[in-house]
């Protein structure tokens, strides 16, 4: 019996994380939906204070549209810091970003907002930052 061995071809994978992209990652159904999301589960979560402020959640969007390296870069109290990285690290997988046709991993920010007073209990926006 012969035996024949297969030579595996390894693909070089780029594992840069951008911060700059053609096409951003998208949360399925896009930004409203995204506001939606963190919206109910900020409405149904038991917070001790009723703190009022922004917590700012940066995380990479990985190829497979999967959430990762999830962490608070504008803190508020410990509770919300807590609930704002929960929420998005429970998220739903997103359209991964496209640079020069191909699919990155890239680096993206959400500003999560708390508090009475807003017009929307939850404001969401893209964060560029340099």
Not at 53 to 80: C, D, M, P, Q, Y
Not at 81 to 100: C, E, G, H, Y
Not at 103 to 114: D, E, G, N
Request: proline fraction near 6%.
């Amino acid at each position: 019996m012969l035996l024949s061995t297969v030579k595996a071809q390894t693909a070089k994978i780029d594992t840069s994380v951008y911060t700059e992209v053609e096409q951003l990652p998208e949360f399925p159904g896009g930004t409203k939906k995204l506001k939606e999301y963190i919206s109910n589960i900020i409405k149904k979560a038991p917070l001790k204070d009723q703190p009022s402020g922004l917590v700012i959640i940066t995380f990479v969007i990985e190829r497979n549209g999967s959430v990762t390296n999830t962490h608070v870069t504008k803190e508020l109290t410990a509770e919300t810091d807590s609930l704002a990285v929960d929420i998005v690290k429970r998220s739903p997988k997103w359209k991964p970003a496209q640079q020069n046709g191909q699919t990155v991993r890239c680096l993206y920010s959400v500003p999560v907002s708390f508090g009475k007073g807003n017009d929307m209990p939850v404001a969401v926006k893209e964060i560029k930052e340099r």
